[in-house]
């Protein structure tokens, strides 16, 4: 029995450790507020107590118990489905919004992470119970630096060149680099998008690369994670200072126009550079056989 208990314990301890590291406000701030910790913290308790149990109740033939694992499951499909929820009603009001590609991927985060919650537990149990303590420690510290190794996927920087470029105007038509934009009629708007704006191109690396950056998604997902970084110069009443990109249908290439706060170009592309590569814009034309010889 003392062996179940040791077992169990050091299962739900790392399972829930791991949950408490991958749950963190960075500059998207959510969850950023005490009631979201207090939710997703229990589930993660939840979740290594179900992973935790899983090895003694099968070895003492309490498959009943077993059962309350698929139940946990349909409960984190409903986290997702909340996360969704809040994180759309909550996009309404952004000046910049996050776009309903960013937010599902967001959702689905917060679901598999209660599943991996479960499977540190499982593993750590199971291998303290049929081995050791001390290998129970070691396969629960290295389970806690794979699962903040799955925190970060690719970036835009690991997948274009991010780079600075020129705005210019033709008359009323706006331009960066040779990019047309939009036609801008009020003058003294031209002036302070001259004035306070700040523009970029992002080149694709390949024809992956270029399809994600083609995800309008994706785009979306750019102009948001930048605004919340550097800040933006616009209000509710004034939509032409809202961030844009547009693409070169000839090769692929993004480029953005921004009025940050903060008028650093550099801080602009580091922070273009930062933002995830969303899981629905990952388009693969190179791995199908068309696809490599339309790239030829």
């Not at 107590?49 to 946990?72: C, D, M, R, Y």
């Not at 009001?93 to 959702?107: C, F, K, M, Q, T």
């Not at 049929?130 to 799955?150: D, E, H, N, P, Q």
């Not at 009443?237 to 809202?242: L, M, P």
């Amino acid at each position: 029995m003392e062996r179940y208990l040791v077992a169990t314990f050091l299962g739900i301890a790392f399972g829930f450790a791991a949950r408490c590291l991958m749950l963190r406000s960075d500059y998207r701030q959510y969850p950023a507020y005490p009631h979201g910790y207090v939710t997703h913290l229990s589930l993660g308790l939840i979740a290594a107590l179900l992973g935790a149990l899983a090895i003694p109740a099968l070895l003492e033939k309490e498959f009943t118990a077993v059962t309350f694992l698929s139940l946990a499951a349909t409960q984190f499909r409903d986290i997702r489905e909340i996360e969704r929820e809040t994180l759309s009603k909550l996009d309404q009001s952004n000046l910049v919004a996050r776009g309903p590609d960013y937010i599902e991927g967001i959702a689905r985060v917060f679901e598999a992470r209660n599943y991996l919650v479960m499977l540190i537990a499982l593993l750590v149990s199971g291998l303290t119970y049929f081995t050791s303590v001390w290998a129970g420690f070691l396969l629960g510290a290295l389970t806690l630096f794979a699962a903040l190794r799955l925190m970060r996927g690719p970036v835009i920087g690991e997948i274009s060149t991010v780079r600075t470029a020129e705005i210019s105007f033709k008359g009323p038509n706006l331009f960066v680099e040779d990019i047309h934009f939009m036609n801008l009629a009020r003058e003294e708007v031209r002036r302070t998008v001259l004035e306070r704006g700040l523009g970029v191109v992002i080149e694709p690396f390949d024809d992956n690369a270029r399809e994600v950056l083609a995800n309008n998604g994706q785009r979306m997902a750019i102009a948001h994670d930048v605004a919340t970084q550097l800040g933006i110069y616009r209000d509710v009443d004034t939509a032409e200072f809202t961030p844009i990109l547009r693409r070169d249908l000839d090769t692929g290439r993004i480029a953005m126009l921004i009025l940050p706060l903060e008028k650093d170009s550099e801080c602009l592309v580091a922070a273009v550079k930062n933002v995830p590569v969303l899981e629905s814009s990952g388009s693969r034309p190179m791995k199908s056989r068309s696809g490599r010889g339309a790239a030829d």
